[in-house]
């Protein structure tokens, strides 16, 4: 570690610690804090020449208290006029982020796209947004110290990301992510190598889920599980000695498997609750194949699929990428994925949603429930759920409680563009409260049409569809 003086214009950035393991590109995020110079304009004079975003530290021949000098325009503030009409421009940034309508990109610290794309989706969800602000500063001693590092670096990123307009560095958060999971700090010739989104995606929700938990077991379940998990029911079948158990797990993600025969995401949703494991036969006394089929038996707010595109190809020693295309809708309806318990939970709100959409349509509602039809509402996903096809959150409208339907509407879209796991570049698209589409590619932010979201469904090289989460549609009954 160095430190080092930094002259810009008249100002002087005393102090500055370089972290020679780190390629500069770190640094100058570090300056893009302090001076709003944007790395690639920054022009800082070294031995040699000017500092080049992949250089070696140890060929530059720095030394501890050296002064750099630093050279750059940084991005253009529009000063307020005296009189007149007040443009949006010249709002704090804090008002120009609320009136927006969305937050600010993230800044690539090198090869950092995966995390950026993950932190976007997951900083969608207001839930998520809401357990974190209440978590407290101070650690509980049911919490290790990375763990409750990495949630208030958390906490304190969307927090930054809400209030800024122009691109936040999220060096903070990075280095606590390295601490907490070393396997993101990996490097290769002395850049930080690409990252699966998928594994950063699920390390942060099983991160949040340990510190996110209720004081007390007897108290409400994790927040992050009632948001995401979701709970499988198996059956296993051994057909050399007909053997049969079941079993229980919670996931925080179903899997789109991906094979010659899919073409639709609920294909690949059925594939991917269906397949074969080796174990241990009581009956046989040695390890037989046992056929796996599992239903989901309680339902999440946040629905998150991933397609399974990613496979470990031995020839090139090194994941390859299905490219194939498979489509995916804006409405998922999992009701057919569901168990028996769950499907007759479901029915009740399904019905009292059908009506209501035949309602708009000028239809007759069913006799079931035509009585008491005027008083049912559609919801968002708003507090937690049990899963279990009924809010645990007291979420009530006029003493209704809020249920499930097993219909969920698309929120956003993580997409790899690339041929390889270990290269490419990740993007996320998420939609708005206002319902309007944003892509997030890094630092750069731009609005999208919706018609164009599904279109990330693959068969090429351009962006395909990696990660997709849905928000459940409840209605009050």
């Given at each position: ?10 100002k002087v950035?005393e102090s ?9 590109y770190?640094?100058k995020a ?13 022009k800082i004079m ?6 080049k975003?992949?250089?070696?530290w140890?060929?530059l021949g720095?030394?501890n ?10 991005d253009?503030i ?11 421009e ?8 609320a009136?927006?309508g ?7 610290l ?7 794309s993950?932190m976007?989706?997951?900083k ?13 500063s ?5 919490v290790d110290q990375t ?7 958390t906490?304190e990123?969307f927090?930054?990301?809400?209030k ?8 903070p ?11 993101f700090?990996q490097l290769?010739n002395?850049?930080?190598m ?11 929700l099983?991160t ?16 992050v599980?009632?948001?995401f998990g ?12 007909s053997e049969e158990s079941s079993?229980t ?24 609750l ?12 040695r390890?037989a194949v ?6 989901i ?7 998150t ?15 390859a990428k299905i490219l ?5 809708p804006l ?5 057919d ?11 009740a709100?399904r ?7 035949g309602?708009?349509?000028?239809l007759?509602?069913?006799a079931?429930?035509?009585?008491n039809g005027?008083d049912?509402?559609?919801?968002d996903a708003?507090g ?6 009924e ?5 009530q ?6 249920h499930m339907?097993g ?8 997409t ?6 270990d ?10 409260e206002?319902?309007k ?8 932010t731009?609005l999208q049409?919706e ?9 090429g ?8 989460m ?8």
């Amino acid at each position: 570690m160095l430190t080092v003086s930094v002259k810009w214009q008249k100002k002087v950035f005393e102090s500055m610690e370089i972290d020679t393991s780190q390629p500069p590109y770190v640094f100058k995020a570090q300056l893009y804090d302090l001076s709003g110079v944007p790395p690639e304009r920054q022009k800082i004079m070294v031995k040699g020449g000017l500092l080049k975003d992949d250089a070696d530290w140890s060929k530059l021949g720095l030394k501890n208290g050296q002064k750099l000098m630093m050279m750059g325009t940084a991005d253009e503030i529009v000063k307020a006029p005296e009189k007149g009409p007040v443009f949006m421009e010249d709002l704090p940034e804090e008002e120009q982020a609320a009136n927006l309508g969305y937050s600010a990109g993230l800044v690539n610290l090198g090869n950092t796209c995966y995390m950026n794309s993950t932190m976007q989706c997951l900083k969608s969800v207001p839930e998520l947004k809401s357990e974190l602000s209440n978590y407290q500063s101070a650690r509980t001693k049911d919490v290790d110290q990375t763990s409750h590092m990495l949630t208030v670096a958390t906490r304190e990123l969307f927090r930054e990301l809400d209030k800024s307009v122009k691109a936040v560095a999220p060096m903070p958060f990075w280095m606590v992510l390295q601490k907490k999971y070393p396997q993101f700090a990996q490097l290769h010739n002395g850049n930080h190598m690409q990252q699966d989104a998928e594994e950063c995606w699920t390390q942060m929700l099983y991160t949040l889920s340990q510190s996110l938990k209720p004081p007390s077991p007897s108290e409400d379940p994790d927040a992050v599980r009632a948001l995401f998990g979701l709970n499988l029911r198996s059956r296993l079948h051994c057909q050399e000695s007909s053997e049969e158990s079941s079993e229980t797990e919670s996931v925080f993600s179903l899997k789109c498997h991906i094979s010659h025969e899919v073409n639709h995401l609920h294909e690949g949703l059925k594939h991917g609750l269906k397949g074969e494991l080796e174990k241990t036969s009581p009956a046989l006394g040695r390890t037989a194949v046992y056929i796996k089929e599992s239903l989901i038996d309680s339902l999440p707010r946040y629905l998150t699929v991933q397609f399974v595109r990613f496979f470990w190809k031995r020839e090139s020693n090194q994941k390859a990428k299905i490219l194939r295309k498979v489509d995916y809708p804006l409405e998922l309806d999992i009701y057919d994925l569901c168990s028996e318990d769950l499907r007759k939970k479901l029915e009740a709100p399904r019905q009292k949603l059908r009506d209501i959409e035949g309602q708009k349509l000028g239809l007759q509602a069913s006799a079931k429930s035509s009585s008491n039809g005027d008083d049912v509402k559609m919801t968002d996903a708003e507090g937690s759920s049990n899963g279990s096809g009924e809010s645990s959150s007291g979420d009530q409208q006029g003493g209704a409680a809020s249920h499930m339907t097993g219909i969920y509407d698309l929120v956003s879209v993580l997409t790899h563009k690339g041929r390889s796991a270990d290269s490419g570049h990740y993007v996320s698209w998420v939609k708005q409260e206002s319902g309007k589409w944003v892509q997030y590619d890094d630092a750069n932010t731009s609005l999208q049409r919706e018609e164009d979201i599904t279109k990330l469904s693959g068969g090429g090289d351009w962006h395909m569809a990696y990660i997709v989460m849905y928000k459940a549609r409840l209605i009050s009954m």
